[in-house]
């Protein structure tokens, strides 16, 4: 199905089953603990072995050799393979780091041995027997020193986020040096990791030159190709499968060690492996969030409008890897006739950098919401209303190019009026409850919204059952309810009645989830599905489909009426197709905003940060399930608060890797940290975005909370601090007097 046009009345509009709070379909599985994960598919293939990874020990040079003659000697080892039995394998789509293969370092903790045994205990205790004789080099580790050679580079997320190296409109150096108030100001953000529940995982097994990999991945159609790419083996060798994934955030879009490593180990045991990567692995071997050093200057007239406006960002990465792009919202948040973005990477040789939840939007508007609380205090304008101020309805670089629909400035007031921001003191440090000095802060929220082909099939049975198939994936978001409600409104039945079958490369392949992308995009490719469905349905019924209904299991013309399942009494009807898109989105700029709403305490003597409440209004198109989607929203607004008070990679910048590489280490929010969160959704649709008038706000969640807290903390202490995370140490020497 072609999507060319904004889209008209459809069955979507009815709303019966769609756009209602719901349950989650793969709830009761998980909470009793019968949703298998990748490394619990016990039952897939007989006589699993344990494999188990080494990672390199340093973070540059090369390995001159590995003794593994002790490890092959210990207890129940079936097989070994290091990186110097083949030569280095290629890269993945996605990849900058080799996963494995070669003699070459590039960074701490890279694949370079797994070990197969019986059990997991003894794969372990064989690995930690291997002798590595290691050539180390020198390394560049710390991004503040190698920042100021670093390169003009573009950049792209995959994700709906990117630019050139400098991206310019009008006269920036112009217009802001003329500007009456000017504001400059650098912020940093640090390394931070997924930290998801689940590992990387795999299960991997060969039946003659065929591959099938049980694995925890995003992405299922990508992890194909990279599969096929990396190994070498035609991709139609290969099958993947993930219908549970305990999250992901960005960590499982691309293919890791564990699944190459997993295939590999199966070929040279002669048997199904399975292995999962250990906390350590989670973080150094696989991929994390990059920091940035970022710089933000604003030039304005008195009366608070935004004449000249820049973002400049600079990040790190491998050789062949991307920037963060955390300038890009800049381009599209606000208005001002003179703008400039650009980007810098510098070559650092750490784990890989690449996504994670809203890449480049979420430490971009970290920094990015501080500088417009600032610029708003020194103008002496409410900080929403300065925002509100410098609203646009049109892209500011492309004026020409009005938004599908924006509604930031509908976010901002009922968040203010929700919220009791007309309460607020804008004095800093005036608010006191016991030992706590109390701040309220807040800060716009902004993701784009990404268009991408999706497929489906959907089959109507003879015993009226509605299945769909799709390689969708649910990494905890709520796929299996959200498309269950699509073709329960497009086939007219109630949600028992549809079977919904996911993450398997054998069924059409959809956009996957990622990028806030998933759900609108994979919801239209079942929609397209279901309308060939439905005309194959009224062909088989002798209806005209033109005029035909289906409601309440049954399929109407006129006054002739017949049940849902009479079509299927002969034979199954299957209806398979893809959601394609056209220029809609070039045409018009399609994205989503927030309101964030903070309130902190700070404690007078300690300085130990507690957040009180927190609100997000948000315009996200309609919304398919308010109830999945309020948990991606407060899901997104703790992790703003793990990047706004706790959360980073502390870098060895000695030896090249994170030191706090587990979950003891390396902290992020619990239930004791996160008080109660209230969501709102403006009631609105975008036919712009496709026939379900859908966008996303998976990530949108997480954009400017960081920013919103860190205001917080400013009204409620008069300390201002532009390097996150905003710890105690930071805050500590430049509290107020405690009276």
Same mark, same amino acid.
């Not at 349950?23 to 909470?31: A, E, L, P, V």
């Not at 309020?630 to 608060?641: A, F, L, N, P, Y």
């Given at each position: ?18 756009g209602?709070a ?14 298998p ?31 593994? +003659?002790?490890?092959?000697r ?8 290091? &990186? ?10 996605? $990849?900058?780091? $080799?996963?494995?293969?070669g ?6 903790h890279?694949a ?12 372990r ?43 310019r409109? =009008? ?5 802001f ?9 650098t912020?940093? &953000? ?29 992405? *299922? ?16 060798? *290969?099958?993947?499968d ?67 406006i ?14 963060? &792009?955390? +300038? ?25 950098? $690449? ?33 509100i ?25 009922? =968040?203010?009026?929700?919220f ?9 440090g ?12 807040? %800060? ?24 769909v198939?799709?390689d ?25 009645k549809?079977?919904?079958?996911l ?22 490719g ?39 399942g009479? %079509? ?8 398979e ?25 700070v404690?007078?003597?300690t ?12 315009? %996200?198109g309609?919304?398919l399930?308010?109830?999945?989607a ?12 793990g ?21 003891? =280490? ?5 239930h ?7 969501v709102?959704f ?11 008038? %859908? ?23 008069? +300390? ?20």
């Open positions: 199905m072609k999507f060319d046009q904004p889209a008209g009345q459809n069955p979507i509009d009815q709303m019966k089953v769609v209602k719901t349950d989650r379909i793969d709830g009761k599985f998980k909470t009793t603990g019968t949703a994960y990748a490394y619990e598919r016990h039952d897939v293939a007989a006589n699993q072995a344990y494999g188990y990874v080494l990672g390199a020990g340093i973070a540059k040079g090369r390995i001159r050799a590995i003794d593994t +003659v002790a490890a092959k210990s207890p129940g080892v079936v097989a070994i393979v290091t &990186t110097l039995d083949m030569p280095k394998l290629g890269l993945g789509k996605m $990849n900058a780091a $080799n996963l494995f293969g003699a070459e370092i590039q960074h701490y890279q370079i041995a797994v070990v197969v045994a019986e059990t997991f205990e003894q794969a205790a064989a690995a930690f027997l291997i002798k590595v004789d290691y050539a180390r080099a020198a390394g560049k580790f710390d991004l503040a020193a190698e920042a100021g050679g670093a390169k003009p580079v573009p950049g792209d997320s995959g994700e709906g986020s990117g630019g050139g190296s400098e991206d409109r =009008g006269d920036f150096e112009g217009a040096a003329a500007a009456p108030v000017k504001f400059d100001q912020y940093t &953000t640090p390394d931070e990791s997924h930290a998801m529940m689940e590992p990387h995982a795999t299960i991997a097994a060969w039946e003659g030159d065929k591959l099938t990999l049980w694995t925890s991945n995003q992405m *299922i159609a990508w992890t194909k190709g990279s599969i096929a790419k990396i190994l070498d083996i035609p991709a139609e060798s *290969i099958r993947i993930s219908p549970y994934i305990g999250g992901g955030f960005g960590g499982k879009l691309f293919v890791r060690s564990d699944a190459v490593v997993a295939a590999l180990a199966a070929k040279a045991a002669g048997r199904p492996v399975k292995v999962a990567l250990t906390r350590p692995l989670v973080i150094n071997n696989t991929t994390h969030r990059p920091a940035t050093i970022q710089r933000i200057r604003i030039g304005a007239t008195p009366d608070g409008t935004i004449t000249a820049a973002h400049e960002s600079t990040s790190g990465n491998l050789d062949g890897g991307k920037p963060e &792009t955390a +300038v890009d919202q800049t381009k599209l948040l606000y208005a001002g006739a003179n703008r400039l973005t650009a980007m810098k990477l510098a070559h650092l040789d750490l784990p890989e950098g $690449n996504s994670m939840r809203a890449p480049g939007e979420a430490p971009g508007l970290m920094a990015l919401e501080i500088a417009m609380d600032e610029m708003a205090e020194k103008l002496g304008l409410d900080p929403v209303a300065f925002r101020r410098n609203d646009t309805q049109v892209d500011p670089g492309h004026p020409e190019r009005p938004f599908s629909h924006r509604n930031l400035v509908g976010c901002l007031k009922l =968040g203010a009026e929700k009791g921001w007309d309460k607020r003191n804008a004095k800093p005036q608010v006191r409850d016991g030992r706590w000095l109390v701040g309220i802060g807040m %800060a716009a929220g902004f993701r784009n919204n990404l268009l991408m082909k999706s497929g489906a099939r959907v089959r109507l049975g003879r015993d009226g059952l509605v299945t198939e799709t969708m994936t649910d990494i905890g978001t709520g796929s299996y309810t959200i498309i269950a409600q699509t073709a329960a409104e497009m086939m007219g039945v109630t949600l028992d549809v079977v919904v079958r993450g398997d490369s054998n069924f059409p392949v959809s956009a996957g989830s990622g990028g806030q992308f998933g759900a609108n995009n994979a919801t239209s079942v929609y397209a599905a279901c309308v060939k469905l439905r005309e194959a349905v009224a062909q088989r019924l002798g209806f005209n489909s033109a005029d035909v209904l289906f409601e309440d299991g049954n399929v109407r013309s006129g006054n002739r009426t017949e049940t849902l009479k %079509a299927a009494s002969d034979g199954d009807l299957v209806g197709d893809s959601i394609e898109y056209g220029d809609l989105a070039k045409k018009q700029q399609q994205s989503t905003f927030a309101g964030h709403f903070v309130e902190v305490g404690d007078v003597d300085a130990e940060v507690r957040v009180r409440r927190m609100l997000a209004v948000c315009a %996200a309609r919304i399930n308010p109830k999945s309020r948990s991606q929203v407060i899901g997104g607004m703790t992790m703003g608060v990047g706004a008070l706790m959360e980073e990679l502390a870098v060895d910048t000695r030896r090249g890797f994170f030191v706090n590489h587990d979950l003891a =280490g390396y902290e992020v929010p619990v004791a940290d996160i008080p109660h969160q209230e709102i403006l009631d609105e649709a975008d036919p712009q975005s496709s026939p379900m008038k %859908a966008k996303g706000v998976g990530e949108l969640g997480i954009c400017g909370v960081g920013a919103a807290v860190a205001n917080a903390i400013y009204n409620a202490t008069g +300390v201002r601090v532009r390097d996150y995370p905003i710890t105690l140490d930071k805050l500590l020497d430049r509290m107020p007097d405690a009276a």
